[in-house]
């Protein structure tokens, strides 16, 4: 069964610092992987995908994420946060083999404070 | 291009009312699904569609829930009769045919039911 695990409800982090927000997750065969982003009443944002290729992932608004198969990982990241970041994200995998769903994590909240 | 559209965004009833959600997906975009948002916890799948047939239904739960696509295009999601506990924001999303494509959702609908 497919599985995703975002082990922090929250984060926070300073303007202007970096952040990283963590996901790994259990699949059977390769993994496809998403970061969406959700702000207050809103449906979610397409940040990132990985499908192959890159383990380094560039995305939407400076945002980034990094692929590591062997410690089943997909951790986002960004260099410099902005308070205008802070919303609820969303890890999220379905596998590559055969038409499955997509699973999501829980969602981890992060605010970025001025 | 235009995005996922739903609609009504805002739905209160009283348990064993019944309510009916409405889903416009992006032009082109032949598979379409229904996700369950209970607060604090990540999208849940409903139902998946391609086209006009049923790829997945295995969570709906069918005794109350049900869900169709007659065209193609559009698709209505109906609880009858709701109970307190689905209270919820019912997401729509849709891509194209291939399935490592991302899912773009729409704004959602709240539910809740008193």
């Known amino acids: 069964a497919q599985s995703v695990a975002q082990p922090e409800d929250q984060v926070n982090v300073a303007e202007g610092n970096p952040l990283t927000v963590k996901c790994t997750y259990s699949?059977?065969?390769?993994?496809?992987l998403f970061w969406y982003v959700q702000y207050p009443n809103r449906g979610l944002q397409f940040l990132l995908k990985?499908?192959?290729?890159?383990?380094l992932v560039k995305g939407s608004y400076g945002f980034e994420a990094e692929f590591n198969k062997s410690q089943t990982s997909f951790h986002l990241k960004k260099p410099s946060a902005l308070v205008s970041d802070s919303a609820l994200y969303f890890c999220?995998?379905?596998?590559?083999?055969?038409?499955?769903?997509?699973?999501f994590g829980k969602g981890t909240r992060l605010s970025v404070i001025a | 291009e235009a995005g996922v559209a739903q609609s009504p965004r805002y739905k209160i009833i009283e348990k064993r009312q019944s309510v009916a959600f409405w889903c416009n997906p992006i032009?082109?975009?032949?598979?379409l699904y229904w996700y369950q948002q209970i607060l604090g916890q990540g999208p849940k799948l409903l139902i998946q569609?391609?086209?006009?047939?049923?790829?997945?239904d295995s969570q709906l739960p069918k005794d109350r829930f049900s869900a169709e696509r007659l065209k193609g295009v559009d698709s209505t999601l109906k609880i009858q009769p709701a109970k307190l506990e689905d209270s919820a924001v019912y997401l729509c999303?849709?891509?194209?045919?291939?399935?490592?494509?991302?899912?773009?959702f729409g704004p959602g609908t709240r539910l809740l039911v008193l």
């Open positions: 999220a995998v379905r596998s590559s083999s055969g038409n499955t769903p997509l699973v």
């Open positions: 569609f391609q086209n006009n047939g049923v790829v997945d």
């Open positions: 032009s082109g975009h032949a598979t």
């Open positions: 999303a849709s891509h194209s045919l291939a399935y490592q494509e991302t899912q773009y």
């Open positions: 990985y499908i192959t290729g890159d383990n």
């Open positions: 699949v059977s065969g390769n993994p496809y």
